[in-house]
Each structure stands twice: as structure tokens, then as C-alpha cells.
């Protein structure tokens, strides 16, 4: 009989949000908490999740505005990293995730490493995937509209400019920019993603998540720190073909890190629709040497 492992697609309520999460292995297993990017949600980890549910358990919720979680209108939320961040902390704390590794992938590292220098003492381990903590990296031609807006917030003009990055054509690179067999990605993924990034009201959403992502390199020397100060065990699985999060970004990781295993892979900025087995067989290895013994 062949042996299946069951997703389990679950909300809970934090404040008066309803946060959407999947999960999936033994409740009293090591935790591993999944965290997305844009302009995804936790769909992205839908084939990474029962790959790993045998041994951890694995959870991964939707951000205020993303995947199946609520949607309230940027006039009545707030949509800053810092909020995201907050109400991710209040959902590990519902689900008693007291200690858990991290998977961060782009917005996932703003929000992971908030979590982490907030409770140090949680974190078993980290994963990195095309997920910035150094101003390495964000000196190309994709960040130079986001920074612009970021020096006139008041701007429409810039801040309409950057509508081009929420249509279907600039989602559906994202997933195949920088792959050498597009091929292997399924269009379910971009499909869906621009689904919901096409709600009424969700362009504002996003807009202003794109300003707010300029709160986030003046928080790098903090999390730089926390990397020298705690040295939690740290596995790089980055996309080098990533045009957003070009390898440049993955490279300082190996300043500040003592237990660092460093893996560029031939894929783009959503490696796991293309080297998602690969990645599931590095973190198997690496969580059973670091996290299993630790937690």
C-alpha cells in the first residue's frame, strides 16, 4: 500500500484576522515554520511540506492580505512588515510553535528575522532561499522604481509605476525567469498567485508593502548581529538565476555565520516548482543534523 501523507488546511484567528495555514506531521515532532514571499502565499509550499511531514512538524500560514487568509482593505489595516511580523508572532504563539526552524524565502526574510531577534531563543535553525539580510544584492535595475518610491512615499506617479509588477506577465516570470527547463514549472502556481493578487482592493495592498519594504534594509545591521551573536544552524538554498535576489545577496550570509552549508542551485527566484526535490533532500539532511538533536 503505498504511504501518503495528509495536508491538513486549517484557520485560526488572531485578533480579528482569520490566518490561513497549512500543516502537515506529528504534533510533538520538531517544528519548521514556512514562511512566503510575494506574490505567493503558502501554496508555495505545497509539495515541500509532505516531504518533510515524516520526520517534523511543518506549518505554513498566509500573511494579512495573501493566499486564504483575510483581506482587510489597506484603509483598515495596516500593511507594513512590521504588522505581518506581529501577526505572524501572535499565530506561531496560537499554535505553540515555542521552538521551530525557519524557511524564508523574499518576504518570508523580513518576516522570519523580525521572529528571530525577537526570540532568539526559538529558532533551531534557519533556511535560506533568495531571502535578503545584506544590501548585497539590491543594487540591479529591478530595485531602482522601489527605491525611488521608497525617497518620495508621497509620490502616485512612482507609486503607480510599480502596478506593473502586480499583472499576470511579471507573476509568471517570477516563476520562470532564470529556469533552464520552464518546462517543469506548473502554471498552477502563477495561475493562482494572480487569482488572488486581482481582488478588488489588493493592488493598494501590495503597494503599500512595496513601500514598506524600505523599512527593511536599515534593520539589516540587527539581523546581521543576531546571525554573529546566536550562530543559529543555517542552510543557503538559493536560486542563482534569481533577477530580484541575485546571488550577490546569498554570498555575505558567510560573514557572520560559523554553521553555514551554502548550495546555489540552477533555478530562479521560486526555486522549489523546479529543484523543490533537491531542496527537500538538503533540509532532510541538514534539520536531521541540527534540529532533531537540538529540540
Given at each position: 500500500m503505498i504511504q501518503t501523507t495528509k495536508v491538513a488546511h486549517r484557520t485560526v484567528k488572531v485578533g480579528d484576522l482569520d490566518i490561513f495555514y497549512r500543516e502537515a506531521?506529528?504534533?510533538?515532532?520538531?517544528?519548521?515554520?514556512?514562511?512566503?514571499?510575494f506574490p505567493?502565499?503558502?501554496?508555495?509550499?505545497?509539495?515541500?511540506?509532505?516531504?518533510?511531514?515524516?520526520r517534523y512538524r511543518v506549518v505554513a500560514p498566509d500573511y494579512p492580505g495573501f493566499g486564504h487568509s483575510s483581506m482587510p482593505l489597506h484603509d483598515k489595516f495596516s500593511y507594513t512588515f512590521d504588522n505581518l511580523a506581529k501577526v505572524i508572532?501572535?499565530?506561531?504563539?496560537q499554535l505553540g510553535l515555542t521552538k521551530h526552524a525557519l524557511y524564508v524565502q523574499d518576504y518570508?526574510?523580513?518576516?522570519g528575522y523580525r521572529l528571530a531577534v525577537r526570540h532568539p531563543e526559538r529558532i533551531t535553525a534557519i533556511v535560506v532561499q533568495n531571502g535578503n539580510a545584506y544590501?548585497?544584492?539590491?543594487?540591479?535595475?529591478?530595485?531602482?522604481?522601489?527605491?525611488?518610491?521608497?525617497?518620495?512615499p508621497t509620490n502616485l506617479e512612482k507609486r503607480n509605476a510599480l502596478r506593473a509588477f502586480l499583472n499576470v506577465d511579471a507573476t509568471r516570470w517570477q516563476y520562470t525567469h532564470g529556469v533552464p527547463r520552464p518546462e517543469l514549472v506548473s502554471p498552477d502556481g502563477w495561475?493562482?498567485?494572480?487569482?488572488?493578487?486581482d481582488r478588488k482592493g489588493n493592488d493598494e495592498i501590495q503597494l503599500d508593502l512595496f513601500l514598506s519594504y524600505g523599512s527593511n534594509p536599515p534593520r539589516y545591521p540587527e539581523w546581521q548581529e543576531y546571525f554573529r551573536k546566536r550562530q543559529p544552524p543555517t542552510l543557503i538554498v538559493w536560486g542563482k538565476n534569481d533577477q530580484i535576489f541575485p546571488a550577490a545577496g546569498a554570498e555575505p550570509y558567510k560573514r557572520d555565520l560559523?554553521?553555514?552549508?551554502?548550495?546555489?542551485?540552477?533555478?530562479?527566484h521560486f526555486a522549489?516548482?523546479?529543484?523543490g526535490d533537491q531542496i527537500a533532500r538538503l533540509m532532510r539532511d541538514f534539520l536531521g543534523r541540527h534540529v532533531a538533536a537540538t529540540t
Open positions: 506531521g506529528p504534533q510533538d515532532a520538531p517544528a519548521v515554520l514556512l514562511l512566503h514571499g505567493t502565499s503558502s501554496q508555495m509550499f505545497r509539495n515541500l511540506l509532505p516531504a518533510l511531514a515524516d508572532d501572535e499565530f506561531t504563539e518570508g526574510a523580513p518576516v544590501d548585497e544584492g539590491l543594487d540591479n535595475d529591478f530595485w531602482q522604481p522601489l527605491k525611488a518610491y521608497w525617497a518620495e495561475t493562482t498567485d494572480q487569482y488572488l493578487l560559523k554553521t553555514l552549508e551554502f548550495h546555489l542551485l540552477d533555478a530562479g522549489l516548482e523546479s529543484d
